[in-house]
């Protein structure tokens, strides 16, 4: 007995070590940006290791936020992310609804050829001139409807669909309630975790898009942010922008300051819905 407790002990032990480094590991580099974004450019430069600025300032955030662009490209991001997240749960949960029935004629073949496009895609170039035949160019829709349905999030909500028992969606049918309403008053409410798990792959994947942007827009107002913080990181673009060379001169901490603020509305969002998350992503993935 006393072994076994003193094995569990040192399991408990080497597990929180393990646990604590790695969550280290992966919280260092948030920090490291932090403190660069908050250390003048000589202190910055004078060590690779950011652990505690010897000296703070805030310039690069006074900077960053009297930029016009940035506060254009926040708000195409959030209207772009809040609306194609709705469309793409609404699309993705009847899609899922209707294949997770096995009435579903040809239902088979319609599930390989959604999971056919996991494999193969018709290319950059087909899809650059879709979106231009359907008259999508230079606007916010070019970066929502083309990838409106993810081919896993589908899968997962259709899996999460099939787990829930089927006495349930008959039950309410002898009740009277149409396919419809069993979809919104039995099987989303109880589908809760899934919803909110896959709306969250929606709303991060789409705030951190910026290919679709590059491909597709033109119009400098309708940057979304990560394209205001790709131009800032990769063509060194913040004296462009203002035409501050104040700017340039604060180097890493301005280019550090704007991914600050880039990833602080997923770092808000993501505590709410951390509880369903794990829930939702293995409830229905695997099949009795």
């Given amino acids: 007995m006393n072994q076994v407790k003193h094995g569990s002990r040192l399991f408990d ?13 992966t919280l260092y580099p948030f ?13 910055s430069l004078s060590t690779s290791l950011h652990l505690f600025p010897r000296t703070v300032t805030f310039e690069a955030y006074r900077h960053i936020l009297s930029i016009k662009q940035l506060w254009l490209s926040y708000r195409t991001s959030v209207i772009v992310t809040v609306l194609a997240t709705l469309i793409s749960m609404i699309a993705t949960t009847l899609a899922a609804y209707a294949l997770s029935k096995k009435s579903l004629p040809g239902g088979r073949s319609i599930m390989f050829a959604i999971v056919f496009t996991m494999m193969f895609s018709g290319g950059i170039i087909p899809a650059y001139l879709v979106v231009k035949q359907l008259g999508m160019m230079n ?12 081919t896993y999030n589908l899968i997962l909500m259709r899996n999460f669909f099939e787990s829930i028992p089927e006495e349930l969606e008959e039950s309410a049918r002898l009740d009277g309630c149409s ?22 792959f929606y709303a991060v994947a789409q705030w951190n898009e910026f290919f679709t942007a590059v491909m597709y827009i033109v119009d ?3 940057w979304p942010l990560q394209l205001f ?3 800032m990181l990769m063509d060194n673009g913040a004296a462009a922008q203002t035409g501050d060379d104040s700017l340039f001169l604060m180097g890493k901490a301005i280019k550090m300051a704007t991914i600050m603020i880039s990833v602080i509305p997923v ?21 009795e």
């Fill in 13 to 25: 032990f080497v597990n929180t070590v393990v646990l604590l480094m790695l969550s280290l590991v």
């Fill in 31 to 43: 920090w490291d940006s932090f403190v660069v974004s908050i250390t003048p450019l000589k202190e």
């Fill in 139 to 150: 606007s916010i829709w070019a970066m929502i409807i083309p990838g409106a349905i993810h």
């Fill in 179 to 200: 396919d419809p309403g069993i979809l919104i008053r039995v099987v989303l409410p109880l589908s809760m975790p899934a919803v909110a798990t896959v709306s969250l």
């Fill in 220 to 222: 400098q107002r309708l």
């Fill in 229 to 231: 913080l790709r131009a």
């Fill in 267 to 287: 770092m808000l969002i993501y505590p709410f819905f951390q509880r369903y998350f794990v829930q939702g992503a293995t409830l229905g993935a695997v099949k």
